[in-house]
């Protein structure tokens, strides 16, 4: 079966450097999603890592060790509007699509 | 930009009422899912469908029903709506990329 797990929350400081982490459990892997939540709004695409190793894209980071079922993100140079929910997903093997999503990490930036 | 609609921002409705919400997207993605996500709990997956009129039960379909007679639309129907049926309802679309794209959510209110 798939199982994800995240810490639940977590506090920084603006400015400061944080990892999110995430450790999934799946029958088949096709690779991990992240994806940024603000309050009351719909979740938008972050990153999508297939292969190990880190893929950077602004402040935002993302870094998949396949071999130990782990990930995670890093945000640097922490901004106020970074406040928001983080949600770590995998694909159900199967052709339907299926997202099997964590239950997301609230992360508050503080000044 | 792939864009993906929901009927209505903020709905309220009475214990009983049958309740209809829609989303529909334009990017021609042939899977198509609904989701509730309640403080604590995360992304439920109520039902999702990977073709026209193709559905699947998710994780708590419980009390619900869809409808998906053209590709773009999906529609997700409350029988008789009741209080613990209050939630925000996300809808999302995928293609055979998995990630999912995410309409902005329409927070029902049953009273």
């Known amino acids: 079966g798939q199982n994800i797990d995240q810490p639940t929350e977590m506090t920084a400081t603006e400015g400061a450097i944080v990892q999110i982490n995430c450790t999934y459990q799946t029958s088949g892997f096709n690779g991990l999603f992240w994806y940024q939540q603000h309050a009351g709004e719909a979740p938008t695409f972050l990153s999508y890592n297939v292969l190990d190793g880190l893929e950077e894209k602004g402040r935002f980071s993302s870094f998949l060790s396949r071999s130990k079922g782990y990930s995670y993100l890093l945000l640097k140079e922490l901004q106020m509007k970074d406040s928001a929910s983080y949600l770590c997903a995998v694909p159900v093997p199967s052709n339907t699509g299926k997202l099997i999503f964590g239950q997301g990490t609230t992360l508050q930036v503080k000044p | 930009d792939v864009k993906v609609t929901q009927s209505s921002r903020y709905l309220v409705k009475r214990t009983g009422e049958k309740v209809f919400l829609e989303c529909v997207q334009d990017m021609d993605h042939e899977n198509m899912f609904w989701y509730r996500q309640d403080p604590g709990l995360g992304l439920r997956l109520i039902y999702f469908?990977?073709?026209?009129?193709?559905?699947e039960k998710g994780d708590i379909p419980e009390g619900y029903s869809v409808s998906r007679e053209k590709k773009e639309r999906f529609s997700l129907i409350l029988e008789s709506a009741s209080t613990n049926q209050t939630s925000m309802y996300l809808c999302?679309?995928?293609?055979?990329?998995?990630?999912?794209?995410f309409g902005p959510g329409t927070r029902l209110t049953v009273t």
């Open positions: 999302a679309s995928s293609s055979d990329s998995y990630e999912q794209y």
């Open positions: 469908s990977y073709d026209v009129k193709m559905k």
